[in-house]
């Protein structure tokens, strides 16, 4: 066999073996063509009025389908726009909130200036307030929640969104503050007062409006007294009497202050953490660990009573040193 009838040998194997391959593809593009739905433009009108029913009757995944399709097949009618954020309410009902969160930032980075921004930007906050968790978990969405609440108050103070928003925006500030507490607290308890003092002077500094403050005052006051910083636990003492004088807090820090206990005291945790939800007086780390001590340590049996014989009582015939024999 020559070298070109060898070439043209191989050429041919290659033809019968993509033949398969080409045939197979032909068909799958064919039977996909077969299964798509045919496009047939719609009037808009029509289109709307679809979606609206569906909402209506609760069926929110079917009405973003349709504004979707508003949007897609009518992109530059009035009603284009309007369909976007329609959607995203229905994605939103749907419990759907990441397609509506990306539909409504195109919204507001397409339309800035559109008369339904307000309600965008407050729909927007919305997908992020519902997803907030208690504080023992990432604050993520509240912090999202607060910058977007933020923006409806900054940006649209006067549309009617503007009134709850500053509702909420108080109640993710208490969140955030309350997450800050819980890490704080969990350093106190390990003694990592630097770490602990850091996360209470940022709920002062950053949410000082919440119902946290005054504990951050006293749980500061308390750990500037285990490191026997007095100077400074007596100036954080004064500032949460002077602007808390009748929190129970106060009373806990006056009480603590009072007792002129050392830093040795201190550093054993023998101080203040709050009041008993059951007496409401108030306990002490220290009492605390002593009760779980009690609790896990098994108390000893009272031994029973030993029944009296007969003899029991009577004098010994025998003088004491011969009581052996």
């Known amino acids: 066999m020559t070298m070109q009838e060898d070439t043209r040998f191989s050429r041919s194997a290659k033809y019968r073996l993509l033949l398969p391959l080409v045939v197979g593809a032909a068909l799958a593009l064919s039977a996909c063509s077969t299964t798509e739905e045919e496009y047939v433009e719609r009037p808009v009108a029509e289109l ?3 979606a ?25 009618s009035i009603w284009a726009s309007k369909a976007q ?11 759907k909130y990441d397609d509506a969160i990306a539909a409504l930032q195109r919204f507001l980075r397409l339309h800035p200036g559109n008369r339904d921004a307000a309600y965008a930007q407050y729909l927007l906050a919305l997908c992020y307030y519902d997803q907030i968790s208690d504080v023992v978990r990432d604050q993520k969405m509240t912090s999202s929640a607060r910058e977007a609440l933020t923006e409806v108050v900054t940006r649209y103070p006067n549309s009617k969104y503007a009134k709850d928003a500053r509702v909420k925006l108080d ?3 208490d969140h955030l503050a309350g997450k800050e507490m819980e890490i704080g607290r969990y350093y106190m308890r390990w003694r990592q007062y630097i770490a602990a003092i850091n996360r209470f002077k940022q709920v002062i500094e ?6 946290h403050t005054p504990e951050a005052l006293h749980r500061l006051v308390e750990a500037y007294t285990a490191m026997g910083m007095v100077a400074e636990a007596q100036k954080t003492a004064s500032v949460l009497g002077h602007n808390f004088p009748g929190s129970e807090w106060y009373q806990d820090t006056y009480e603590l202050m009072t007792k002129g206990r050392t830093r040795q005291e201190i550093g054993t945790f023998d101080f203040l953490i709050g009041r008993d939800e059951d007496s409401g007086k108030v306990r002490s780390l220290k009492a605390a660990e002593d009760e779980e001590k009690e609790e896990e340590e098994p108390k000893p049996q009272k031994p029973e009573p030993v029944e009296e014989k007969e003899e029991a009582g009577k004098e010994l015939d025998k003088p004491w040193w011969n009581i052996f024999d």
């Not at 229905?90 to 419990?95: F, Q, S, W």
């Open 171 to 173: 109640l993710t500030d």
């Open 52 to 76: 609206q029913d569906s909402l209506k009757k609760g069926e929110y995944e079917e009405a973003a389908k349709s504004f979707d399709e508003v949007e897609r097949q009518h992109p530059y």
């Open 85 to 95: 954020v329609m959607a995203a309410y229905a994605n939103y009902e749907a419990l």
């Open 206 to 211: 950053e949410h000082q409006t919440t119902t």
């Open 48 to 50: 709307y009025n679809e």
